[in-house]
Protein backbone atom coordinates (compact mmCIF):
# COMPACT_ATOMS: atom_id res chain seq x y z
CA UNK A 1 0.00 0.00 0.00
CA UNK A 2 1.36 3.22 -0.72
CA UNK A 3 1.83 6.34 1.30
CA UNK A 4 -0.40 8.42 1.77
CA UNK A 5 -0.74 12.26 2.66
CA UNK A 6 -3.23 12.69 5.61
CA UNK A 7 -6.12 15.45 5.73
CA UNK A 8 -5.93 18.27 8.59
CA UNK A 9 -9.02 15.85 9.32
CA UNK A 10 -7.47 12.37 9.52
CA UNK A 11 -4.26 14.04 11.25
CA UNK A 12 -6.71 15.23 13.72
CA UNK A 13 -8.95 12.34 14.61
CA UNK A 14 -5.65 10.45 14.39
CA UNK A 15 -4.63 12.62 17.09
CA UNK A 16 -7.94 12.22 19.42
CA UNK A 17 -7.89 7.98 18.89
CA UNK A 18 -4.05 8.46 21.00
CA UNK A 19 -4.80 11.11 23.13
CA UNK A 20 -7.88 11.90 25.38
CA UNK A 21 -6.49 14.53 27.58
CA UNK A 22 -7.57 17.91 26.69
CA UNK A 23 -4.31 19.64 27.63
CA UNK A 24 -2.68 17.64 25.48
CA UNK A 25 -4.77 18.13 22.47
CA UNK A 26 -5.02 21.89 23.37
CA UNK A 27 -1.08 22.05 22.92
CA UNK A 28 -1.14 19.85 19.69
CA UNK A 29 -3.59 22.88 18.35
CA UNK A 30 -1.08 25.08 19.72
CA UNK A 31 1.91 23.77 17.82
CA UNK A 32 -0.08 23.53 14.60
CA UNK A 33 -0.86 26.84 15.01
CA UNK A 34 2.59 28.18 15.32
CA UNK A 35 4.34 25.64 12.77
CA UNK A 36 1.68 26.92 10.09
CA UNK A 37 2.33 30.72 11.10
CA UNK A 38 6.50 29.41 10.94
CA UNK A 39 6.06 28.29 7.29
CA UNK A 40 4.01 31.37 5.99
CA UNK A 41 7.00 33.26 7.17
CA UNK A 42 9.25 31.57 5.90
CA UNK A 43 7.36 31.39 2.70
CA UNK A 44 6.90 27.64 2.42
CA UNK A 45 5.11 26.44 -0.17
CA UNK A 46 3.61 22.87 1.59
CA UNK A 47 1.80 24.91 4.86
CA UNK A 48 -0.13 21.96 5.37
CA UNK A 49 2.27 19.66 5.90
CA UNK A 50 4.14 21.80 8.63
CA UNK A 51 0.53 22.44 10.18
CA UNK A 52 -0.69 18.43 9.70
CA UNK A 53 3.65 17.79 11.89
CA UNK A 54 2.90 20.27 14.79
CA UNK A 55 -0.42 18.76 14.97
CA UNK A 56 0.38 14.76 15.04
CA UNK A 57 4.06 15.24 17.04
CA UNK A 58 3.08 14.64 20.03
CA UNK A 59 0.74 11.40 19.07
CA UNK A 60 2.26 8.87 21.20
CA UNK A 61 2.37 10.84 24.62
CA UNK A 62 -0.04 10.38 26.29
CA UNK A 63 -0.57 6.31 25.75
CA UNK A 64 2.88 5.64 25.49
CA UNK A 65 5.30 8.46 27.74
CA UNK A 66 7.92 5.54 28.39
CA UNK A 67 8.13 5.30 24.27
CA UNK A 68 7.90 8.92 23.19
CA UNK A 69 8.95 9.44 19.58
CA UNK A 70 9.79 6.36 19.06
CA UNK A 71 6.37 4.41 19.59
CA UNK A 72 4.77 7.63 17.09
CA UNK A 73 6.99 5.87 13.96
CA UNK A 74 4.98 2.37 14.81
CA UNK A 75 1.80 4.76 15.27
CA UNK A 76 2.26 6.49 11.47
CA UNK A 77 3.14 3.73 9.86
CA UNK A 78 0.61 1.76 10.77
CA UNK A 79 -1.47 4.81 9.04
CA UNK A 80 0.47 5.14 5.92
CA UNK A 81 2.70 8.50 6.73
CA UNK A 82 5.30 9.45 4.64
CA UNK A 83 8.19 9.27 5.63
CA UNK A 84 9.48 12.67 5.72
CA UNK A 85 5.88 13.37 8.34
CA UNK A 86 7.80 10.52 10.78
CA UNK A 87 10.85 11.51 10.46
CA UNK A 88 9.78 15.22 11.47
CA UNK A 89 7.66 13.68 14.46
CA UNK A 90 10.06 11.93 15.78
CA UNK A 91 12.97 15.03 15.51
CA UNK A 92 11.00 16.64 18.12
CA UNK A 93 12.60 14.61 20.50
CA UNK A 94 16.37 14.37 19.51
CA UNK A 95 18.67 14.39 22.12
CA UNK A 96 15.54 14.24 25.24
CA UNK A 97 14.44 10.92 23.90
CA UNK A 98 15.58 9.77 20.50
CA UNK A 99 18.86 10.22 18.26
CA UNK A 100 16.93 11.76 15.08
CA UNK A 101 18.39 15.16 14.16
CA UNK A 102 16.16 17.78 12.79
CA UNK A 103 17.32 18.09 9.38
CA UNK A 104 15.12 20.20 7.59
CA UNK A 105 13.72 23.68 8.32
CA UNK A 106 10.38 22.70 9.39
CA UNK A 107 11.97 19.92 11.21
CA UNK A 108 14.08 22.42 13.44
CA UNK A 109 11.67 24.88 13.84
CA UNK A 110 9.14 22.18 15.66
CA UNK A 111 11.89 21.45 17.85
CA UNK A 112 12.36 24.78 18.72
CA UNK A 113 9.21 25.76 19.52
CA UNK A 114 7.22 22.82 20.87
CA UNK A 115 8.94 23.45 24.51
CA UNK A 116 8.65 27.35 24.15
CA UNK A 117 4.56 27.23 23.23
CA UNK A 118 4.49 25.85 26.96
CA UNK A 119 6.77 28.06 28.60
CA UNK A 120 4.45 31.25 26.69
CA UNK A 121 1.20 29.54 28.31
CA UNK A 122 1.83 29.49 31.38
CA UNK A 123 3.72 33.04 31.32
CA UNK A 124 -0.11 33.77 29.71
CA UNK A 125 -2.06 31.67 32.60
CA UNK A 126 -0.56 33.92 35.12
CA UNK A 127 -1.15 37.12 33.56
CA UNK A 128 -4.44 38.96 34.85
CA UNK A 129 -5.46 39.67 31.74
CA UNK A 130 -5.27 35.80 31.09
CA UNK A 131 -4.62 36.94 27.41
CA UNK A 132 -2.24 35.90 24.62
CA UNK A 133 -3.37 39.07 22.55
CA UNK A 134 -1.54 41.45 24.88
CA UNK A 135 1.50 39.72 25.80
CA UNK A 136 5.03 41.09 25.04
CA UNK A 137 7.99 39.42 24.15
CA UNK A 138 9.64 40.57 27.55
CA UNK A 139 6.97 39.18 29.79
CA UNK A 140 8.39 35.93 28.60
CA UNK A 141 12.25 36.58 29.00
CA UNK A 142 11.46 37.93 32.27
CA UNK A 143 9.45 34.56 33.06
CA UNK A 144 12.16 32.24 31.08
CA UNK A 145 15.10 33.74 33.68
CA UNK A 146 12.75 32.41 36.60
CA UNK A 147 14.21 28.91 36.60
CA UNK A 148 11.34 27.70 39.42
CA UNK A 149 8.83 29.07 36.74
CA UNK A 150 7.83 26.38 34.28
CA UNK A 151 9.94 24.34 35.67
CA UNK A 152 9.89 21.55 33.37
CA UNK A 153 10.33 23.65 29.83
CA UNK A 154 13.48 22.58 29.00
CA UNK A 155 14.77 25.96 27.57
CA UNK A 156 18.34 24.53 26.72
CA UNK A 157 16.28 22.67 23.97
CA UNK A 158 14.73 25.84 23.27
CA UNK A 159 17.96 27.44 23.13
CA UNK A 160 19.79 24.62 21.04
CA UNK A 161 16.87 24.93 18.52
CA UNK A 162 17.17 28.89 18.50
CA UNK A 163 21.13 28.18 17.34
CA UNK A 164 20.14 25.40 14.78
CA UNK A 165 17.77 27.68 13.40
CA UNK A 166 20.15 30.66 13.28
CA UNK A 167 17.39 32.76 14.77
CA UNK A 168 17.22 35.32 17.97
CA UNK A 169 15.58 34.59 20.74
CA UNK A 170 13.26 38.03 20.22
CA UNK A 171 12.42 36.54 16.53
CA UNK A 172 11.11 33.42 17.80
CA UNK A 173 9.26 34.32 21.12
CA UNK A 174 7.44 36.84 19.13
CA UNK A 175 6.82 34.92 16.04
CA UNK A 176 5.56 32.11 18.42
CA UNK A 177 3.30 34.30 20.58
CA UNK A 178 1.70 35.79 16.87
CA UNK A 179 1.23 32.02 15.73
CA UNK A 180 -0.62 31.14 19.20
CA UNK A 181 -2.81 34.84 18.89
CA UNK A 182 -3.93 33.06 15.71
CA UNK A 183 -6.05 30.60 17.72
CA UNK A 184 -5.96 32.48 21.04
CA UNK A 185 -9.92 31.18 21.33
CA UNK A 186 -9.35 28.09 20.46
CA UNK A 187 -6.80 27.59 23.17
CA UNK A 188 -8.33 29.02 25.94
CA UNK A 189 -5.91 32.52 25.66
CA UNK A 190 -8.26 35.06 25.20
CA UNK A 191 -8.85 35.65 28.47
CA UNK A 192 -11.21 39.12 28.79
CA UNK A 193 -9.95 40.54 25.93
CA UNK A 194 -12.19 41.39 23.43
Not at 108 to 124: F, H, N, R, S
Request: glycine share 8%; charged share 30%.
Amino acid sequence: MGKTIPTRQEAYELLKKYNKNDSLIIHALTVEAVMLHFAELLGESDRKKWGIIGLIHDIDYEMYPEEHCKKAREILEENNYPEEYIHAVQSHGWGICVDVEPVETMEKVLYTIDELTGLITATVLLRPSKSILDLEIKSVKKKWKQKGFAAGVNREVIEKGAGILGMDMDTIIGETIKGMQKVAEDIGLKGAEA
